[in-house]
């Protein structure tokens, strides 16, 4: 039997499939080129912000590498790459410039707040409270000296919840306000004892550290000018503080004051 002749409007409708299949495969086609094309592969890298750890060993621990596809950078990829093997790096900004085929990884590193003491040996503290490196004494005197009963360290890990609380709160105060200090020590109850290069000792809640230290000195002079002996000066609850005097001074009983 003879085709039945198509329609105008059956004509109309396979044409313009057929431009759609045609500009569609030429779109297909465009997208295949633009992802090999070299334009749009990694050609540079800029890392800024790092002052500790090397650039081209930032590069090296992001997992990016010159000649790869810009489509295939993940920018959360990336900076977990490089956190999770370098702890004194706290986070990553990846930006593309896709004009300049460069990745740009911008570094934010933590700090030394402090040093642990345990065992004769002497650990740097990042503001996190893990474990960075091992120091020499001498590296450690810019530093607060942070001691607990902790005696087993490792790099790269905290040495205790306590010993982070006290380096959180560290990392919050000017160096400047700690140089009559010459040790932290975490009680593990919750306190820290300051002890001073005056010889008084202060104890202080660890959540509320920043704040003891505008009580401290002022606590301190007070019991200096009521003619007492270096002793333990509670801060850890509401004021007035309690002074308890060291077993070697002279006998009394506890006394508040410091308002």
Same mark, same amino acid.
């Given at each position: 039997?003879?085709? *039945?002749?198509?329609?105008?409007?059956?004509?109309?409708?396979?044409?313009?499939?057929?431009? @759609?299949?045609?500009?569609?495969?030429?779109?297909?086609?465009?997208?295949?080129?633009?992802?090999?094309? +070299?334009?749009?592969?990694?050609?540079?890298?800029?890392?800024?912000?790092?002052?500790?750890?090397?650039?081209?060993?930032?590069?090296?621990?992001?997992?990016?590498?010159? =000649?790869?596809?810009?489509?295939?950078?993940?920018?959360?990829?990336?900076? #977990?790459?490089?956190?999770?093997?370098? +702890?004194?790096?706290?986070?990553?900004?990846?930006?593309?410039?896709?004009? @300049? =085929?460069?990745?740009?990884?911008?570094?934010? !590193?933590?700090?030394?707040?402090?040093?642990?003491?345990?065992?004769?040996?002497?650990?740097?503290?990042?503001?996190n409270g893990v474990v960075y490196q091992e120091a020499a004494p001498?590296? &450690?005197? +810019?530093?607060?000296?942070?001691?607990?009963?902790?005696? #087993?360290?490792?790099? &790269?890990?905290?040495?205790?919840?306590?010993?982070?609380?006290?380096?959180?709160?560290?990392? @919050?105060?000017?160096? &400047?306000?700690?140089?009559?200090?010459? !040790?932290? #020590?975490?009680?593990?109850?919750?306190?820290?004892?300051?002890?001073?290069?005056?010889?008084?000792?202060?104890?202080c809640d660890t959540k509320g550290l920043v704040g003891s230290f505008n009580a401290m000195h002022s606590a301190v002079q007070y019991f200096?000018?009521?003619?007492?002996?270096?002793?333990?000066?509670?801060?850890?609850? *509401?004021?007035?503080?309690?002074?308890?005097?060291?077993?070697?001074?002279?006998? &009394?009983?506890?006394? @508040?004051?410091?308002?």
């Open positions: 039997m003879p085709q *039945a002749a198509m329609s105008p409007a059956d004509i109309q409708r396979r044409k313009a499939r057929n431009r @759609k299949i045609v500009i569609g495969f030429f779109a297909f086609i465009g997208v295949v080129v633009v992802l090999e094309s +070299p334009l749009a592969r990694v050609r540079s890298f800029q890392v800024s912000g790092n002052t500790t750890i090397p650039a081209q060993r930032i590069i090296a621990e992001s997992g990016l590498h010159k =000649g790869q596809s810009l489509w295939q950078v993940n920018r959360g990829n990336v900076a #977990h790459h490089v956190t999770s093997k370098e +702890p004194m790096i706290q986070s990553v900004a990846v930006s593309t410039d896709w004009v @300049k =085929g460069s990745i740009d990884l911008t570094v934010r !590193e933590r700090q030394v707040v402090a040093v642990y003491e345990t065992s004769g040996k002497f650990y740097q503290l990042l503001n001498k590296d &450690g005197l +810019p530093y607060p000296l942070v001691t607990a009963s902790q005696s #087993h360290v490792k790099l &790269g890990q905290a040495v205790s919840p306590e010993v982070t609380a006290v380096c959180k709160q560290l990392a @919050k105060v000017d160096s &400047g306000v700690l140089t009559d200090v010459s !040790e932290f #020590h975490v009680n593990g109850d919750g306190t820290v004892s300051l002890y001073l290069d005056n010889q008084f000792v202060v104890t200096i000018e009521k003619g007492y002996k270096p002793g333990n000066i509670d801060l850890s609850g *509401a004021p007035p503080y309690l002074y308890t005097p060291f077993s070697n001074t002279s006998a &009394g009983a506890n006394e @508040k004051g410091a308002q």
